[in-house]
């Protein structure tokens, strides 16, 4: 069944290091920066957002560590054990050991719903789509 995508937002990626990276001095990280670069990530699923930026500007980071959550990613991160990069509504008001930069060229994934291809949404449907989009802006 062919569903029809609603697009809510574009979530930034950003570039998440520990403090005192040579990654700090910078307002923006290039993308290339991370060729080589000790390197966390996610397992890889189909169409992750990550491995496909990184393959999309041909980088080859040099991955040290693939973990399942973000959570012990940035743990992993603070610890010094490499760097990331990570959506912005995961980082969300969090802190720690860490820091973040804005990738350069932006990047961001796009954060949608799929719905049936009816032509009419419930009127259920069409409020949660709307709270969903005033959530994530906020």
Request: charged share 25%; glycine share 4%.
């Amino acid at each position: 069944i062919p569903y029809r995508f609603i697009h809510v937002m574009d979530d930034p990626m950003y570039a998440v290091f520990p403090k005192g990276h040579r990654f700090a001095e910078l307002e923006e990280v290039p993308i290339k920066e991370f060729e080589d670069e000790p390197f966390i990530v996610a397992e890889y699923t189909y169409e992750n957002d990550v491995h496909r930026l990184l393959k999309h500007y041909n980088v080859k980071p040099d991955i040290r560590y693939t973990l399942r959550t973000e959570f012990a990613m940035l743990s992993m991160v603070e610890h010094n054990l490499g760097v990331t990069i990570m959506p912005g509504l995961i980082l969300r008001n969090l802190s720690g050991n860490f820091e973040v930069r804005p990738l350069s060229p932006a990047c961001h994934r796009k954060l949608g719903m799929a719905v049936s291809p009816s032509d009419e949404l419930s009127p259920a449907a069409k409020i949660f789509i709307k709270y969903a989009q005033e959530y994530l802006l906020d």
